[in-house]
């Protein structure tokens, strides 16, 4: 048997030590943990782990990893005919399984208002971001004229993404610029899918990112998650005008939540800093947050799985699945 952490008190799942037929390695991401079966096909697991400032949370939120996977996997479905992508199956509500890939080493980001770190820099008085200016004359959270690609590397050690321009990418021979043409359609593609899928749900896709790769044989494929609240921001349409126009916070669907609660109790990721404990009430209404994401996110209500044993239950259906 492996074994795997859950926590009796809440059943989260936050560290997985499977063992496939077939399995050449395993990579633990933030949140995520990818076996590698083959070096053909790829199991990624997402975990109840919550990250926030770069740093993992020591507890885990009830049905985090679930409904993450299945938010990232709808959308997968909702814009295969726009972009390919790496997904195969979901044998698990947790789980998805894909074709590996050699993933790119940038993240696209995408912005389609001045929010979170393009907020944080306009307001030190910066123009530009990742070599892209940005106009004069805008409050947090004004829309931008076009929405605006803004790279970052991805790090290799789980350390800080960097932001990066165009220009460096091509220049440094990141991603060759024949293949950063497809990424950048792709991104502009799947941010104004995402629009109007999010639109159609009284929300704001403010901004997102997408993570690449490539096949074996050499076509550029989404990978990762799309269009999650870990990987997005979104604002509630009704009432977003008047909210800009009387300076006010826009009432947001993301995990901002959880950095403001770190904030507020002294906490930013920094050398020194003690992460607050986080009670069994504050992950209740931590857990019930994403629920809300969810239901929201996919205007479709959210369907518990059963999670008296999720690393049984996990190992199981991957098991089935690999037959």
């Known amino acids: 048997m492996h074994d795997t952490t859950t926590h009796t008190t809440m059943n989260t799942i936050t560290t997985t030590n499977f063992n496939f037929p077939n399995q050449k390695s395993v990579y633990r991401g933030k949140v995520r943990e990818v076996y590698n079966i083959n070096d053909d096909l790829l199991v990624m697991v ?3 782990r ?9 507890k885990g939120i009830p049905y985090k990893g679930q409904i993450l996977n299945q ?5 997968m479905e909702l814009t295969q005919d726009i972009v390919p992508n790496w997904l195969i199956a979901t044998p698990d509500p947790n789980v998805a399984v894909g074709h590996l890939c050699e993933p790119f080493k940038v993240e696209m980001v995408i912005r389609g208002y001045l929010s979170g770190h393009a ?13 892209v200016t940005m ?13 605006i690609i803004t790279p970052t590397t991805k790090a290799e050690n789980g350390s800080h993404d960097e932001d990066i321009s165009r220009e460096a990418i091509l220049e440094y021979g990141i991603v060759s610029e024949e293949d950063y043409l497809v990424l950048e359609k792709y991104t502009r593609a799947l941010y104004q899918r995402g629009t109007e899928i999010a639109s159609s749900r009284g929300l704001i896709l403010v901004d997102t990112k997408y993570e690449f790769g490539k096949t074996k044989e050499g076509v550029i494929v ?7 609240p870990d990987s997005s921001r979104y604002f509630y349409a009704d009432g977003y005008q008047e909210r800009q126009d009387n300076n006010e916070e826009q009432k947001q669907l993301s995990k901002e939540f959880v950095r403001r609660w770190l904030i ?3 906490f930013q990721g920094k050398e020194g800093q003690q992460i607050p404990d986080m009670t069994e009430e504050y992950i209740e209404t ?3 947050r994403y629920i809300e994401l969810y239901e929201n996110i996919l205007g479709e209500k959210f369907v518990k799985a059963d999670i008296s044993n999720i690393d049984e239950r996990i190992e199981k259906n991957v098991l089935e699945f690999l037959k």
């Open 222 to 228: 989404l990978i990762d998650e799309i269009h999650t």
């Open 50 to 58: 919550l990250s926030a400032f770069d740093v993992v949370l020591p």
């Open 119 to 131: 907020a944080r820099e306009y307001a030190l008085g910066k123009r530009a971001i990742c070599g």
């Open 264 to 266: 507020e109790n002294g």
């Open 46 to 48: 997402a975990t109840d």
């Open 135 to 147: 106009e004069e004359g805008l409050k947090e959270n004004d829309k931008f004229a076009t929405p």
């Open 286 to 288: 931590v857990s019930e």
């Open 71 to 75: 938010i990232a996997t709808k959308f």
